[in-house]
């Protein structure tokens, strides 16, 4: 057991070199101009994060200061709801549940790739990280990928980190993490 944690802690600080010296390349190489709102709405990949962002009334506070960072959707991962269920969440009724549902997928500050796996080296390969719902997201290693987990048991991979924006930063996820009592 002590082998694994150390060659898990091993592991961890050779990535989060590599994370880090990535990071600060693509950082000093680009002029952050776009916003999370402006990267989404040019996105190919986002429309439904985006209607929802637009229904649930985020717009302006996503395309603000920040920092945020988002862990977004796709529409890929989006196709695995049921269509009753977005159907639902649109309904302008339902514009408070539609907030709750994007909130889970947004922590405040700037959370790097490189920040998530230097907290996971410190957490023993655990870190939790509380979404502006209020709610906790735990993130572990499957791998070399950095996987969520909600408060109900859903895990969506990073399959897209670090698309740094002005104000906050965008990791692509692979699946839709749902708040306790949707």
Do not use: W
């Not at 150390?6 to 010296?21: A, D, E, K």
């Not at 649930?56 to 196709?79: C, H, W």
């Not at 539609?98 to 790097?112: D, P, Q, R, V, Y």
Request: hydrophobic residues 45%; glycine residues 6%; aromatic residues 6%.
């Amino acid at each position: 057991m002590h082998f694994f944690k150390s060659l898990f802690l091993l592991l961890c600080v050779l990535f989060l070199g590599r994370m880090q010296s990535q990071s600060q390349l693509t950082q000093a190489n680009k002029i952050l101009t776009r916003t999370i709102v402006s990267s989404t709405e040019a996105s190919a990949n986002h429309k439904i994060l985006l209607a929802v962002v637009k229904a649930a009334d985020m717009y302006q506070i996503l395309d603000g200061k920040g920092p945020y960072t988002v862990f977004a959707p796709s529409d890929r991962a989006f196709e695995q709801v049921p269509d009753a269920q977005i159907r639902t969440l649109f309904r302008p009724e339902n514009q408070t549940q539609l907030k709750s549902f994007l909130t889970m997928h947004i922590i405040a500050g700037n959370l790097s790739a490189a920040k998530i796996l230097k907290a996971l080296c410190r957490g023993a390969g655990k870190a939790v990280f509380t979404t502006l719902r209020g709610e906790e997201l735990t993130a572990t290693m499957v791998g070399l990928d950095i996987v969520l987990t909600d408060n109900r048991g859903n895990k969506a991979r990073i399959t897209t980190a670090d698309e740094a924006q002005r104000n906050g930063v965008i990791h692509v996820i692979d699946r839709v993490l749902m708040p306790a009592g949707l």
